[in-house]
């Protein structure tokens, strides 16, 4: 599967921004999807994760109550609906897809795979 991140820019801190990331193959409905980030200088961090029917999630506690994760397998679309932004949001985010024989629950990059190009958020103060 192929994913394409969009929706970043330049924001200021308290505001929101919606991310969403489409993939390239009907089949995106198998997957459940996760939402990483990565800011500079800093080892790739989980966000959050949806399953493939769009009925359980999981977050990091950084983001927890602030973000939303949400998915329409009808247009192929993963979304992140981010609130309150934060000036340590500032990263690269990327959205992924779980690895079949993974956890649901795991936070580690190395459970994911197929990531795709990413968005970049920045969150001034």
């Known amino acids: 599967v192929q994913l394409q991140a969009c929706g970043g820019g330049l924001v200021q801190a308290g505001v929101s921004l919606r991310l969403s990331c489409a993939a390239s193959e009907r089949t995106f409905s198998n997957y459940a999807l996760g939402w990483f980030r990565q800011a500079p200088g800093k080892e790739r961090e989980f966000v959050a994760a949806?399953?493939?029917?769009?009925?359980?999630?999981y977050y990091a506690d950084s983001v927890k109550g602030r973000f939303a994760i949400s998915r329409d397998n009808a247009k192929n679309t993963v979304f992140l609906q981010m609130n309150s932004l934060k000036p340590e949001d500032t990263a690269v985010y990327y959205c992924?897809?779980?690895?079949?024989?993974?956890?649901?629950?795991?936070?580690?990059?190395?459970?994911?795979?197929?990531w795709g190009r990413g968005t970049l958020v920045t969150v001034s103060s």
């Open positions: 949806i399953s493939w029917s769009g009925a359980r999630n």
């Open positions: 992924t897809t779980l690895l079949a024989t993974r956890s649901w629950g795991t936070q580690q990059p190395q459970d994911f795979g197929s």
